[in-house]
């Protein structure tokens, strides 16, 4: 069994910047592709960027261009970095893994982008 924790959320003004981590508490070192999904309130969540095994990556329209999903193998830990940041991006973010056999995902956290 594998737990996966998210952090890096916070208040940050329109154009900032922020990093979100999610560390496994195992190895995900087979995974099979990892995401970053995000709920805003009353919507629906949403999947905002893909990091597949072969290294490729698929992001959102929304965030195309701004947002960079990374992860480090030695720290089981993928990333999520944030540029650009709009209020329409305030939501709880959350991490998915899928591996063989298991999908895990995060508990989530909030990043509110406002001045």
């Known amino acids: 069994q594998v737990q996966l924790v998210e952090s890096g959320g916070g208040l940050v003004q329109p154009g900032g910047s922020l990093r979100l981590s999610c560390a496994a508490s195992?190895?995900?070192?087979?995974?099979?592709?990892m995401n970053w999904h995000r709920q805003a309130p009353g919507k629906q969540r949403e999947l905002v960027a893909t990091?597949?095994?072969?290294?490729?990556?698929t992001y959102a329209d929304s965030v195309k261009g701004r947002f960079t999903v990374s992860r480090d193998n030695a720290k089981n830990t993928m990333y999520l970095q944030m540029n650009g940041l709009k209020p329409e991006d305030t939501a709880v973010y959350y991490c998915?893994?899928?591996?063989?056999?298991?999908?895990?995902w995060g508990q989530g956290t909030q990043v509110t982008v406002a001045s």
């Open positions: 998915y893994v899928v591996v063989p056999g298991y999908a895990y």
């Open positions: 990091l597949f095994a072969s290294e490729g990556t």
């Open positions: 195992g190895s995900i070192s087979s995974f099979y592709y």
